[in-house]
């Protein structure tokens, strides 16, 4: 069975770092999924924040761009996401998804960005 475990989240105040990390177990062959990090705001739908394919490119939402960014181990099977400069705006649950044939998802970490 397929997990994702996201852990990081927490709470700073604008101009600070994060950094998340996803763990994933029950997959083998890592390399070959996609991985990505998704954002919910507050009121608003989940989006795509940054995503790293089979073949190594990054695909960062506009928003986030010289911010975050975002890497992969496949050999333990981890994806970070790495986030400075950090705005009120970034605040809202982050959730890590790995994907080749179907989606999985983690459970989420909540990120607040307040002063």
């Known amino acids: 069975q397929v997990q994702l475990v996201e852990t990081g989240g927490g709470e700073v105040r604008p101009g600070g770092s994060l950094r998340l990390s996803c763990e994933a177990s029950?997959?083998?062959?890592?390399?070959?999924?996609?991985t990505g990090w998704y954002r919910r705001a507050p009121g608003k739908q989940r989006e795509l924040v940054a995503r790293i394919t089979v073949e190594g490119y990054l695909d960062d939402d506009d928003n986030v761009r010289g911010r975050f960014t975002s890497a992969r181990d496949n050999r333990k099977k981890i994806v970070y996401l790495e986030m400075n400069d950090l705005k009120p705006e970034d605040t809202g649950v982050y959730y890590c998804?790995?994907?080749?044939?179907?989606?999985?998802w983690g459970q989420g970490t909540q990120v607040t960005v307040s002063s």
């Open positions: 029950g997959i083998s062959s890592f390399n070959l999924y996609t």
């Open positions: 998804k790995v994907g080749r044939f179907s989606d999985y």
